[in-house]
């Protein structure tokens, strides 16, 4: 157990829906990391929350979005949905001073 | 060509050899992972390191950053280490890259 949480840890729904992925960090960690693993696309980075700033961005889509709150836990929220958002999202978190990441469980994402 | 270049992609071997997963990358580090993924689909770390050698119980990862190679070796091999063992350098203090993932198969 890494200590970082993610809810839920499965979602089922349909194209052109909103749903928002949450993630609680470790404690004491001020960073958390959104990634996406799909069939075809392998792992890749999203986004990076810091105390509650947008720290780094990757590849994510204009339809995604996400924020850190001042408890430091995270939502990463996804509209629109289309079936290829179909999924693994993963949040990590990491202490300050760091780079080594801890993985949370994981929220699988089917978009029918 | 992809970033990160793990080999080989799929590796079957029997219980207890030795076994080694090699990750060649092409950008500018600051340090690498290397993460286990079993089929449940959870993700652990199993190292970061930035320069030399370390190890967890029979777990070894080497990095030469001249080179840009990592290696992961594990010996004595158990059904158990039976997962996907994924590369990941880190891009300045934010951005992990990821190999596309050795899958391990161990066979008693």
């Known amino acids: 157990d890494s200590g970082v949480t993610q809810t839920p840890k499965h979602l089922i729904t349909a194209t052109g829906q909103r749903v928002t992925l949450r993630c609680s960090p470790r404690?004491?960690?001020?960073?958390v990391y959104w990634y996406q693993q799909s069939l075809d696309q392998g792992l890749q980075f999203l986004i990076q929350?810091?105390?509650?700033?947008?720290?780094a961005k990757g590849n994510i889509l204009e339809r995604f979005s996400a924020q850190q709150f001042p408890d430091l836990h995270s939502e990463l929220n996804l509209s629109s949905l289309e079936l290829g958002d179909s999924a693994l999202y993963f949040c990590a978190s990491s202490v300050a001073g760091t780079n080594e990441q801890f993985f949370g469980p994981g929220t699988r994402l089917t978009v029918l | 060509k992809n970033e990160v270049e793990q080999s080989p992609q799929n590796l079957t071997a029997q219980e207890g050899e030795f076994i080694t997963i090699n990750c060649s990358y092409s950008v500018g580090i600051s340090a690498l992972h290397w993460l286990q993924q079993h089929p449940g689909g959870g993700i652990v770390s199993l190292f970061m390191l930035s320069s030399g050698k370390k190890k967890h119980g029979r777990l070894i990862a080497t990095i030469n950053i001249q080179e840009k190679h990592s290696s992961l070796h594990i010996t004595a091999s158990h059904p158990r280490d039976s997962a996907v063992y994924i590369c990941a350098p880190l891009q300045g203090a934010q951005k992990l890259v990821f190999g596309q993932g050795t899958r391990l198969t161990i066979n008693p």
């Open positions: 404690s004491g960690d001020l960073s």
């Open positions: 929350y810091y105390n509650g700033e947008e720290r």
